[in-house]
């Protein structure tokens, strides 16, 4: 199932977001896709909120994992600067994969890595302030947290 939404400014993203974070649970993942600063990190704000974090998300783009405790853990990842899928491994990606929500920036740089089944996000830059948002989920368990989303 693939659902398109076009946001108007970065609030609507985060908002589209937070509408996910309630939907998730531990042990979901989620592979964000797309251009530089297409809102990626803004989206994953949104989703922290959603999830009941109340700690300020920030890009783990030098830390390659970010873990945020709450209600339902997050683990933010982004692996844009990693040099091999083998530092990800000694990071402990798969001690993340049970107990926490996994969002993932740049996910198609390690698609060998990934579970079976993950909600697959794109970001595209249309202007500059209009984003395209394509989720793609491929099995009913995703379908069915993706059917009620709303900006
Ligand atoms: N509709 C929109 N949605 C989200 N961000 C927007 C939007 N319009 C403008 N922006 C701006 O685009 C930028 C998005 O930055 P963000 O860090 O979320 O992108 P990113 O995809 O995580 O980038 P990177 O690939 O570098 O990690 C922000 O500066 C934000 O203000
Ligand atoms: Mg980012």
């Known amino acids: ?9 970065i609030e609507q993203t985060e908002k589209l977001g937070k509408s ?16 530089l600063g297409a809102g ?5 704000k949104g989703v922290a909120k959603g999830l009941g974090i109340k700690d300020d998300v920030t890009s783990p783009t030098f830390t390659i ?11 933010h990842m982004d692996v844009y600067r990693l040099k091999s899928l083998q530092e990800l491994e000694n990071i402990g990606f798969d ?3 049970d107990g ?5 920036e740049w996910a198609d740089k ?23 948002i394509r989720f793609v989920s491929s099995s ?4 069915d947290k993706i059917r009620e989303l709303s900006i």
């Open 20 to 35: 996910l974070g309630k939907c998730l649970s531990k042990g979901d993942f989620v592979a964000l896709t797309g251009d």
């Open 40 to 44: 990626k990190t803004a989206f994953t």
């Open 95 to 97: 001690d993340y994969l």
């Open 140 to 143: 009913p368990y995703y379908d």
């Open 100 to 104: 926490y929500v996994v969002v993932m």
């Open 110 to 132: 390690v698609k060998e890595l990934l579970p079976e089944d993950v909600l697959w996000i794109d970001f595209k830059v249309l202007d500059n302030s209009h984003r395209q």
């Open 65 to 75: 994992i970010n873990e945020y405790p709450g209600p339902v853990p997050l683990a």
């Open 1 to 9: 199932m693939e659902l398109v939404f076009e946001t108007q400014n």
